[in-house]
C-alpha cells in the first residue's frame, strides 16, 4: 500500500515512468491475430487495445510502437481510427481535455508494474482469453454507456446520491456482513445477508450506472474470498448466475452488462474458480482505468479509494 502511494505521489509531480522495452519480433509475431481480433475485428482503439494486452497477455508496448506495427502489417480500418472515445459527453457536461485523460493512462500504467498476478488462462483452452477479453470489452462499453447515455457526472460517484447507487452500497455491505456471519456460523444471520443481496439484485439489471463498477467487483470479492476459505464456491456461483439471469431478461442480448457478466458465468459453469478469480481481478482494474479515463483525473476520491481497496485486498492472493 505504501509503495502504490508513494508511486502515485511522483507521478503527480511529474515523475515519468522507466520507457517500455520493445518486444522482439517473434513477441509480436506472437500476438499478430490478438491485435487484429481485439483492433479490427472488435474495433477497439489503441488506448484500448494497449490496457487490453497487458492485462491479459502481459504483453506491453506503447502507442507508438503498436501505430507502426499495426501500419506495417497493414490493418487498417475502413473508417480509420475513429472509434469511441472514454470521455464525458452530453448535454450539460464538456468533454475532458486530453492531456487529462494522458495524466490519468500514465498513473494507471505505472501502478500496473506492481498490480497484474499471472494470468491462469495460460494453462486453458484459447477460448478463455477471448472470454476475458469480452469482459474487458464490457467492462469499457458498461462506463460509456453510464456516462453518456444514462447521464451521470464524477462529482456522483463521491457517495450514494440515487436509488440504485445506495441499492449496490447496500448489496456491497450485505456480502461483507454474509461473509462475517458465516464464519461465525450464524447461520440464519448469514441466510438472511445472502437473501438480501438477492432481493436487491432485481432493480439493478434494467439501467447502466457507474456505481455498478465500483461495487460489483467488491461484492465478489467477498463472495470468492469466502469461497476460497471454505472450498465451496456456491455463493458466488449463485450470484453471478443470477445477476447474468436478471440482466438477460431485462436487455436485449447485445447490452453491455449481459456481455460483461455471460463470460464470467461460463466460468462459473466450467467450476473454473482460479481463471474466474483472475478475470475478476482484472475486470476490478480495467474499472479502475475506465472511470479515471472517463473522470479525466489521477486524484479523484472515488478512483484513488478503488486503488487503495485493489492494493489492500486484491493484491494480496
Not at 10 to 32: E, F, I, M, T, Y
Amino acid at each position: 500500500m505504501g509503495n502504490l502511494l508513494t508511486q502515485l505521489a511522483h507521478l503527480q509531480r511529474g515523475n515519468r515512468r522507466q520507457s517500455v522495452a520493445p518486444p522482439s519480433l517473434a513477441q509480436w509475431k506472437g500476438v499478430k491475430e490478438t491485435v487484429r481480433r481485439i483492433y479490427i475485428e472488435n474495433g477497439r482503439k489503441k488506448d484500448d487495445l494497449r490496457n487490453i494486452m497487458i492485462l491479459i497477455y502481459h504483453f506491453e508496448a506503447t502507442n507508438k510502437m503498436y501505430s507502426s506495427k499495426i501500419k506495417q502489417w497493414g490493418m487498417f480500418k475502413n473508417n480509420g481510427d475513429t472509434e469511441k472515445a472514454l470521455s464525458i459527453g452530453g448535454e450539460g457536461m464538456p468533454k475532458r481535455k486530453r492531456y487529462d485523460v494522458k495524466t490519468a493512462e500514465k498513473v494507471f500504467y505505472a501502478l500496473l508494474d506492481h498490480a497484474i498476478p499471472t494470468n491462469p488462462a495460460t494453462v486453458r483452452p484459447p477460448d478463455i482469453f477471448k472470454h476475458q477479453e469480452l469482459v474487458l470489452f464490457s467492462v469499457y462499453d458498461y462506463i460509456l454507456e453510464a456516462f453518456n447515455r444514462g447521464g451521470y457526472r464524477p462529482d456522483q460517484l463521491l457517495s450514494p446520491v440515487d436509488q440504485t447507487s445506495i441499492t449496490w452500497q447496500r448489496i456491497s455491505d450485505k456480502a461483507y456482513e454474509f461473509g462475517v456471519m458465516f464464519q461465525r456460523s450464524s447461520d440464519k444471520q448469514a441466510a438472511e445477508a445472502y437473501t438480501s443481496i438477492i432481493r436487491q439484485m432485481e432493480s439493478l439489471a434494467t439501467s447502466a450506472h457507474p456505481y455498478m463498477m465500483i461495487k460489483f467487483w467488491r461484492v465478489c470479492y467477498y463472495l470468492h474470498r469466502l469461497g476460497e476459505k471454505n472450498r465451496d464456491y456456491w455463493h458466488i456461483y449463485g450470484f453471478i448466475d443470477w445477476f447474468h439471469r436478471l440482466a438477460e431478461a431485462e436487455n436485449p442480448s447485445n447490452r453491455s452488462i449481459v456481455q460483461l457478466l455471460g463470460p464470467l458465468r461460463r466460468m462459473v459453469q466450467e467450476d473454473d474458480k482460479h481463471t474466474l478469480w483472475y478475470t475478476l481481478r482484472i475486470g476490478y482494474l480495467r474499472s479502475i482505468h475506465c472511470l479515471q479515463a472517463v473522470i479525466g483525473s489521477n486524484n479523484h476520491p472515488t478512483v484513488l479509494s478503488m486503488w487503495a481497496n485493489y492494493a489492500k485486498h486484491w493484491s494480496k492472493q
